[in-house]
């Protein structure tokens, strides 16, 4: 069933008839990412404006793989459960070669968690969401068919200029957040570079539905014969639709390929039949790139217009969440007059290392899937027909390793020797079941000191969880250790680690945190 | 402190010679690549120590070509 692109209804800006007084936040780009750090600044209490120059949810297909992560920060964001339910749960990825399979994995073999280890979903039905829940927020306005045109800096803030069907007018933030994506036209009217690798091969893109029983996995192929000498991927999405992504080639005759008479009979054999409909045809070339800073005073970019990767392992949208959920608290704190701009570094900081992660991730990944004739494909080639023979080639066959936190280096964090590797400092604190609830929904996004096998030590400018101690807890947060106290940063990073935390030591990591020490 | 050993480790190194150079008889000029190729991964992961790795590909690169980038 093809996806009804529904327009969202302009209205004019009150800035076409008056000026308007300067905002605190405008965001340029409602796709995930803008939308996304919309509604996290407004959990924070800051206010914003989000203008895109289109009027419809991101057209064909794009974003399909959600990682446990993203579904976390969506659900504090009112939007994780939907996703999460909409979407088609997978854990078992297939890997082919030539036809013979050459090994499976299971994504996230633990329990105990509120969120699987991935869901896929159609960008459209996120960025659906996202938009209703953005709509329906008093701190957030979205303003469709609204273009921006021109870019200024002041000291203090930032001014743009916008295009309506009703005319022009311009705006001034405090601070002014580029979620324009790949394109970046913020980026280039600022004279940025974007530094990077460009892949020459070609994808080709296929949404195709049809209501034959299919098992929910991720399939990858390396030279299937229905696709000679090239790599093939297949993912379940919701409503009966499917994706595959089509290796061409960078010679590939693009207009050639695209035509139904020679995609059909590829898909048609490796399906077994030929009772399918094609809803989506694309071709894309993929690229990695990242800015040199994303910060530059008044003007924060964050997603796509930061960094892209290639798809394979999805951490274009998914490391996108990631940045925004470094972002929001502290430019909440900055501008609220609770930390110093200086704090805005530490954002920097922490998603160009994850960007480079991602991208170092995805380069691979591109490199093993599109080896250089030569010694390069040899390599390949040695590696597949090695992982049918020995188990441990299997784990260098590399489709994408898949999206997963980097955990941030905070070095001078405290830490405990002896607790859990899982919950060390600069990673995501591990959910876990907690009663009825879960242990993220108890964090939320607020500084909180958690005690696990003890009350935590109760200090200023943060809340005090204990958390119920079971199976899963003690594995994630306290290994043989009796006790242990964990400050956990609003973006739900543990900040710091003690089995033996006096109330001084805890309000000194908080001020490090916040810079204000 | 070099952890490769490049002094003489391997009992009968004439016997092992003449085996690897029997292993590739009768294979045209690309089957050996391709063996050779898996040999080197099948003993890397035996050997399992990166750095023992890294200090044997910078011994195997030594004197040919110009220096070799990592990554
Ligand atoms: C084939 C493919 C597969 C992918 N698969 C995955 C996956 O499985 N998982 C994953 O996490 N990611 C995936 N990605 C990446 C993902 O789609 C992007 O990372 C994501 O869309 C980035 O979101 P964004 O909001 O930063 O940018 P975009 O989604 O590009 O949104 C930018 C927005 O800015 C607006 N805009 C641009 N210029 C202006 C202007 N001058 N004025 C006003 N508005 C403007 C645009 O209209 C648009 O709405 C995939 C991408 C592709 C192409």
Redesign the pocket.
């Known amino acids: 069933m093809p996806y009804d692109y529904r327009p969202f209804a302009y209205v004019a800006a009150p800035g076409l008839s008056a000026p308007e007084p300067r905002h605190k936040v405008v965001i340029?780009?409602?796709?995930?990412?803008?939308?996304a750090m919309a509604l996290e600044l407004a959990n924070h209490g800051i206010p914003s404006t989000v203008?895109?120059?289109?009027n419809v949810v991101?057209v064909g297909?794009?974003?399909?793989?959600?990682?446990k992560r993203?579904l976390e920060i969506m659900d504090r964001l009112g939007v994780g459960e939907r996703a999460r339910d909409k979407g088609v749960t997978w854990k078992i990825g297939r890997t082919f070669h030539r036809d013979a399979e050459v090994f499976n994995f299971d994504l996230l073999p633990e329990d105990g968690h509120k969120m699987p280890a991935f869901v896929n979903l159609q960008?459209y039905y996120v960025e659906e969401y996202l938009v209703e829940a953005a709509q329906a927020n008093p701190l957030v306005d979205v303003r469709f068919l609204?273009?921006?045109?021109g870019l200024r800096q002041a000291d203090d803030h930032a001014m743009v200029e916008i295009e309506t069907p009703d005319g022009t007018y311009g705006l001034e933030a405090e601070y002014l957040i580029a979620?324009?994506?790949?394109?970046?036209?913020?980026r280039g009217m600022m004279g940025l570079e974007f530094e990077g690798e460009l892949f020459e091969e070609k994808?080709l893109?296929c949404d195709l539905s049809f209501k034959a029983d299919f098992p929910t996995e991720r399939r990858f192929w390396f030279e299937p014969t229905f696709h000679a000498g090239q790599t093939a991927l297949l993912h379940k999405q919701a409503d009966d639709t499917f994706r595959i992504?089509l290796q061409l080639g960078w010679d590939a005759d693009v207009e050639e390929e695209k035509k139904p008479e020679n995609v059909r009979p590829r898909i048609a054999q490796f399906l077994g039949h030929d009772d399918f409909e094609i809803e989506w045809l694309s071709i894309?070339t993929f690229q990695c790139r990242r800015m040199e800073r994303f910060v530059h005073d008044r003007v924060i970019f964050?997603?796509?217009?930061a960094h892209?990767v290639s798809?394979f392992g999805?951490?274009?949208?998914?490391?996108?969440l990631q940045d925004v959920d470094a972002l929001g608290w502290r430019l909440a704190a900055v501008l609220d007059g609770r930390a110093p701009a200086a704090l805005l570094r530490d954002y920097d900081a922490e998603r160009i290392h994850a960007a480079d992660e991602n991208i170092l991730n995805s380069t691979r990944a591109t490199r093993f899937m599109t080896p250089d004739d030569g010694v390069e494909r040899l390599f390949r080639d040695q590696v597949l027909a090695l992982a049918a023979k020995a188990p441990f080639a299997r784990g260098w066959v590399n489709s994408g390793r898949l999206?997963v936190p980097c955990v941030y280096p905070l070095e001078d964090a405290a830490d405990a020797a002896g607790l859990p590797a899982a919950s060390r400092p600069g990673a995501v604190a591990p959910d876990a079941p907690q009663g009825n609830g879960w242990l993220m929904t108890a964090l939320g996004g607020r500084m909180v000191v958690l005690g696990v096998g003890c009350t935590p030590p109760e200090v200023d400018g943060a809340a005090c969880v204990t958390a119920e101690v079971n199976d899963h807890v003690r594995a994630r947060y306290l290994g043989d250790a009796a006790q242990a106290v964990y400050l956990i940063r609003p973006d739900q990073v543990v900040a710091a680690r003690w089995t033996d935390a006096d109330a001084g030591a805890v309000s000194a990591a908080i001020a490090r945190v916040w810079r204000t020490a | 402190m070099s952890a490769l050993v490049t002094t003489p480790n391997l009992p009968d190194p004439d016997g092992f010679y003449a085996e690897l150079l029997a292993t590739h008889k009768g294979l045209t000029e690309a089957e050996s690549h391709a063996l050779n190729a898996q040999l080197v991964m099948i003993l890397a992961n035996h050997l399992g120590d990166r750095e023992v790795l890294s200090e044997a590909l910078a011994l195997a690169r030594q004197g040919m070509g110009e220096a070799q980038v990592s990554g």
């Open positions: 340029v780009g409602a796709g995930p990412i803008g939308l203008l895109d120059d289109n991101s297909s794009r974003a399909i793989c959600w990682s993203s960008q609204n273009k921006v045109t979620c324009d994506g790949a394109k970046s036209p913020l994808f893109i992504d894309y964050v997603g796509d217009s892209i798809p999805a951490r274009g949208g998914n490391g996108g999206s």
